[in-house]
Antibody, heavy 121, light 112 residues
Framework: EVKLSESGGGLVQPGGFVTLFCEAS????????MSWVRQAPGKGLEWVSG????????TYAGFVQGRFSISRDNRKNTLYLQIQSLRVEDTAIYYC??????????????WGQGTLVTVSS | DIVLTQSPDSLPVSLGERATINCKSS???????????LAWYQQKPGQSPKLLFY???TRASEVPDRFSGSGSGTEFTLTISSLQAEDVAIYYC?????????FGPGTKVEIK
């Protein structure tokens, strides 16, 4: 089965750090760029970051301001998102999504179920 | 950044009737290769988004043919020809013409 499974979310204090994971299965992971998209509670979709199939070509949304870092391990079929200096406004469901090609900045043809990050004291 | 606006915000439609959602882009997403870099997604309550259309009008796999996508340049439309109960969802457009990728604010389709 072609699938993306996120994990790593939870309750984090403001100023804290979190690492999100996305495990891919059922397809050749390195053939595809991958992205993170977030959705604040009751709000719309917001693209966060993307990474090329080989791990190069990393792109970020402007609001990231150096606090987010995307990476991948093609041997483990896993995508990562590290977020530091967490803010209350980072509270959201974080989805990993498969780009339709090996290069970033495309549409997303496969989505995971999401992992919720709640930033609160 | 390319800003996408959608109208209406909310769309009550009777079962079997047509639903039309509009997406307007702040600049053209038509590439010189004559492709519109615009996608549509459906997000049902409690679920992750699902791709409906890419290149503005190419239907993704397993999407029923009552759904259609059209438009070019800066104005696009998603149409549901005969609304079914399972089509209740929020629909988003997304541009992939330039970074940062952006989404429209969404249109909530509900049963009248």
């Amino acid at each position: 089965e072609v699938k993306l499974s996120e994990s790593g979310g939870g309750l984090v204090q403001p100023g804290g750090f979190v690492t999100l994971f996305c495990e891919a299965s059922g397809f050749t992971f390195e053939y595809y760029a991958m992205s993170w998209v977030r959705q604040a509670p009751g709000k719309g979709l917001e693209w966060v970051s993307g990474i090329g199939g080989r791990g190069g070509d990393k792109t970020y949304a402007g609001f990231v301001q150096g606090r987010f870092s995307i990476s991948r391990d093609n041997r483990k079929n896993t995508l990562y998102l590290q977020i530091q200096s967490l803010r209350v406004e980072d509270t959201a469901i974080y989805y990993c999504a498969r780009d339709w090609a090996a290069t970033t900045l495309t549409y997303f043809d496969l989505w995971g179920q999401g992992t919720l990050v709640t930033v609160s004291s | 950044d390319i800003v996408l606006t959608q109208s209406p915000d909310s769309l009550p439609v009777s079962l079997g009737e047509r639903a039309t959602i509009n997406c307007k882009s702040s600049q053209s997403v038509l590439n010189p290769n004559s492709k519109n870099y615009l996608a549509w997604y459906q997000q049902k309550p409690g679920q992750s988004p699902k791709l409906l259309f890419y290149w503005a009008s190419t239907r993704a796999s397993e999407v029923p043919d009552r759904f259609s996508g059209s438009g070019s340049g800066t104005e696009f439309t998603l149409t549901i020809s005969s609304l079914q109960a399972e089509d209740v969802a929020i629909y988003y457009c997304q541009q992939y013409y330039s970074a940062p990728l952006t989404f429209g604010p969404g249109t909530k389709v509900e049963i009248k």
